[in-house]
Each structure stands twice: as structure tokens, then as C-alpha cells.
């Protein structure tokens, strides 16, 4: 199969990658209730093979966006949780 696309990648031509599955994770820095859904803005931190991200923020590429399309109540993703 493909190599799994890498956030510097999708983050020099995201348009290019609509629709596709990507495998990102980091720590989220807010999390917040939209009309439909929720909004969570994350830093970006490479993965581990074990998929975890890397605690080691100097690590960062960024900031990045994740939609979830049904309601997750913020109060279960605290800031500093780390997620994938």
C-alpha cells in the first residue's frame, strides 16, 4: 500500500489530500461545541510505531483542526490530553 501521508504533506497542499484518511495526533490545546459538533484545535506531534504521540513538544510541525461530526463533550478531552 501507500506510505502513510505525513503532516508536512497535507499541510503544504491540503486541497490535494480531500477525502483522504490521514493518521495524525498531538496535544489538544482546546476543544469546543459547535452547532454541529465539535471543534479541536491540537498541536501536531509525531506518532510513535505505537501510534502515541511523542511528549516532546519541540517536536511540534503546527497546529491542525480536527471536526468531530457528533457531539464529544470538551470536558472529556481536557487541554494538555494527548490524542491520536
Do not use: C, M
Not at 6 to 21: C, D, H, I, L
Amino acid at each position: 500500500g501507500e506510505p502513510p501521508l505525513t503532516f508536512a504533506q497535507v499541510k503544504a497542499s491540503p486541497e490535494s489530500y480531500n477525502g483522504q484518511s490521514v493518521t495524525f495526533g498531538g496535544k489538544v490545546l482546546a476543544a469546543r461545541r459547535l452547532k454541529d459538533g465539535t471543534r479541536i484545535e491540537i498541536l501536531q506531534l509525531p506518532l510513535a510505531r505505537s501510534l502515541q504521540p511523542t511528549t516532546d513538544l519541540s517536536t511540534s510541525q503546527g497546529r491542525f483542526v480536527a471536526l468531530q461530526k457528533e457531539f464529544l463533550d470538551p470536558a472529556t478531552i481536557p487541554a494538555g490530553t494527548f490524542i491520536t
